[in-house]
């Protein structure tokens, strides 16, 4: 089905919801964050830590894919994935890259660009341990990225590690683990009407402190 031109060109919402200024925000950006990720549970929005990875690989292609955040504090952005996908292989190679949160129905958006880093390993062991079993095993069949002949051998491998550990731990695999994503940029925008978006970036003016500032939308 081809969708009419002038229907797509005309496809805009204009927003209307909330407002956002530098008054209203906290001298923290992760504080921000939170603030506005709480927001966002309470309004009951459809898997609100979904967030968009953005990764690039040596020859500055880039790549994209939505994950799911597992944690955030002080120290950056927290999610979990195999270490030899796609999205591990650039992320070996290039450790840069950008988030975006997009709560539609908030009318907001969250940027973040920064730097990428592994979780101890005890700390992926922990969080490992924490999931459905069916996660695990999942993530002990799944060559993630690679060439798959059929889903029936995907499904076959899955039925017989769920045999084999059955009554055991399952183990993490080595090449499964957690990222920190350590924030060197984080843009808060809210939708406004007649596209005069509020944009407020915080940017990081040294290890303790951000600098607050204001783009035109």
Same mark, same amino acid.
């Given at each position: 089905?081809?969708?009419?031109?002038?229907?797509?060109?005309? *496809?805009?919402?204009?927003? =209307?919801?909330?407002?956002?200024? !530098? &008054?209203?925000?906290? %001298?923290?950006?992760?504080?921000? $964050?939170?603030?506005?990720?709480?927001?966002?549970?309470?309004?009951?929005?459809?898997?609100?830590?979904?967030?968009?990875?953005?990764?690039?690989?040596?020859?500055?292609?880039?790549?994209?894919?939505?994950?799911?955040?597992?944690?955030?504090?002080?120290?950056?952005?927290?999610?979990?994935?195999?270490?030899?996908?796609?999205?591990?292989?650039?992320?070996?190679?290039?450790?840069?890259?950008?988030?975006?949160?997009?709560?539609?129905? *908030?009318?907001?958006?969250? =940027?973040?660009?920064?730097?990428? !880093? &592994?979780?101890?390993? %005890?700390?992926?062991?922990?969080? $490992?341990?924490?999931?459905?079993?069916?996660?695990?095993?999942?993530?002990?069949?799944?060559?993630?990225?690679?060439?798959?002949?059929?889903?029936?051998?995907?499904?076959?491998?899955?039925?017989?590690?769920?045999?084999?550990?059955?009554?055991?731990?399952?183990?993490?695999?080595?090449?499964?683990?957690?990222?920190?994503?350590?924030?060197?940029?984080?843009?808060?925008?809210?939708?406004?009407?007649?596209?005069?978006?509020?944009?407020?970036?915080?940017?990081?003016?040294?290890?303790?402190?951000?600098?607050?500032?204001?783009?035109?939308?």
């Amino acid at each position: 089905m081809i969708i009419d031109k002038e229907i797509l060109e005309n *496809l805009r919402q204009d927003y =209307r919801s909330d407002s956002l200024s !530098e &008054k209203d925000v906290t %001298e923290d950006p992760i504080s921000q $964050f939170g603030k506005w990720f709480n927001q966002a549970i309470s309004a009951g929005l459809y898997e609100p830590n979904a967030m968009t990875l953005a990764t690039a690989s040596t020859d500055r292609k880039p790549s994209a894919r939505i994950v799911l955040l597992k944690g955030f504090d002080a120290k950056g952005f927290v999610f979990y994935s195999n270490y030899l996908s796609s999205k591990g292989k650039e992320i070996a190679k290039n450790p840069v890259v950008a988030l975006v949160f997009f709560w539609g129905e *908030l009318e907001r958006q969250v =940027r973040i660009e920064g730097t990428i !880093e &592994k979780l101890s390993k %005890e700390e992926s062991e922990r969080y $490992f341990q924490s999931r459905p079993r069916g996660s695990q095993i999942g993530a002990v069949v799944s060559q993630q990225s690679q060439i798959l002949n059929s889903r029936s051998e995907l499904e076959k491998k899955w039925n017989e590690m769920e045999t084999e550990f059955a009554d055991k731990k399952v183990p993490k695999p080595a090449y499964w683990g957690g990222y920190l994503v350590k924030p060197t940029l984080i843009e808060f925008w809210q939708g406004r009407q007649s596209r005069l978006h509020d944009r407020i970036v915080y940017k990081k003016a040294d290890k303790q402190t951000w600098k607050i500032v204001r783009l035109s939308p």
